[in-house]
């Protein structure tokens, strides 16, 4: 099996003499740098941007992104952004949350489950903010800014993905830091890794031609209700 694999191989014209291996080999060279090429922009250009709860500025809102339901319930990985999230706001560096998921079907609502997970310990309702049409980062990241208008804030997700969030919600118009959400290196986190490989070509793209959404929508005014109420005495 092998011998065939090399012969055929050595059949592909210009690979079997040293100068065609090495002109293929420049070429693999090139074409696997092209592919990196937007991981290596969000780990260089965004680094100084990542911090843990302890460390993070105060920012008016935190913008939780939707991590995935089991059960009607968050993810493990989603329920761990959402504790990041209640941390921010009981150590009051944010005063209002943005979630923002999913809800692109009736049997499936990731925001009402992040609002309810939120409200359940403790944060008011009225703090709570809902976007029912973040189907992916950019459009999480666009409306916060176009629908909610928020333009700083503590992006909260794993650290595998908060460079993207990053990148993407500065193209938005937002000022943000982002809090990495720490987690084992098991499988999950590894899955999740390797999805950003495809995921930073999207953002570099969405952030150089910054569509609209999915969805766009009218503005909403429930980040502007949650500070105003914030701002009572």
């Known amino acids: 099996?092998?011998?065939?694999?090399?012969?055929?191989?050595?059949?592909?014209?210009?690979?079997?003499?040293?100068?065609g291996r090495r002109r293929w080999f420049q070429a693999?060279?090139?074409?696997?740098?092209?592919?990196?090429?937007?991981?290596?922009?969000?780990?260089?250009?965004e680094g100084g941007r990542v911090r843990t709860v302890a460390d993070a500025p105060a920012?008016?809102?935190?913008?939780?992104?939707?991590?995935g339901l089991f059960g009607g319930e968050p993810s493990p990985y989603l329920a761990h952004?959402?504790?990041?999230?209640?941390?921010?706001?009981?150590?009051?560096?944010?005063?209002?949350?943005?979630?923002?998921?999913?809800?692109s079907t009736t049997a499936y609502d990731e925001t009402d489950a992040?609002?309810?997970y939120l409200t359940?310990?403790?944060?008011?309702?009225?703090?709570?903010?809902?976007?029912?049409?973040?189907?992916?980062?950019?459009?999480?990241?666009?409306?916060?800014?176009?629908?909610?208008?928020?333009?700083?804030?503590l992006l909260v997700s794993q650290g595998f993905h908060v460079r993207r969030a990053l990148a993407l919600c500065e193209a938005a118009g937002i000022d943000a830091y982002a809090v990495?959400?720490?987690?084992?290196?098991?499988?999950?986190?590894?899955?999740?890794?390797?999805?950003?490989?495809?995921g930073a070509g999207k953002a570099a793209l969405d952030a150089w031609l910054r569509p609209d959404p999915q969805f766009l929508g009218a503005t909403e005014s429930g980040v502007t209700r949650a500070l105003a109420d914030a701002a009572k005495p």
């Open 1 to 19: 099996m092998l011998r065939k694999a090399v012969a055929r191989l050595r059949r592909i014209p210009g690979l079997g003499d040293r100068t």
């Open 28 to 45: 693999a060279v090139l074409v696997s740098a092209l592919g990196l090429a937007p991981s290596t922009w969000l780990w260089t250009g």
């Open 59 to 67: 920012a008016p809102v935190a913008v939780v992104f939707g991590a």
């Open 81 to 103: 952004r959402l504790d990041a999230a209640l941390n921010l706001y009981q150590q009051h560096k944010v005063r209002a949350i943005l979630v923002t998921g999913d809800n």
């Open 114 to 116: 992040m609002r309810r």
């Open 120 to 153: 359940d310990r403790g944060v008011p309702d009225v703090r709570v903010v809902g976007d029912y049409a973040g189907f992916d980062t950019w459009d999480s990241c666009s409306r916060a800014r176009r629908v909610f208008g928020v333009d700083h804030a």
């Open 180 to 198: 990495a959400v720490d987690e084992p290196h098991d499988t999950t986190w590894y899955y999740g890794g390797l999805r950003e490989i495809p």
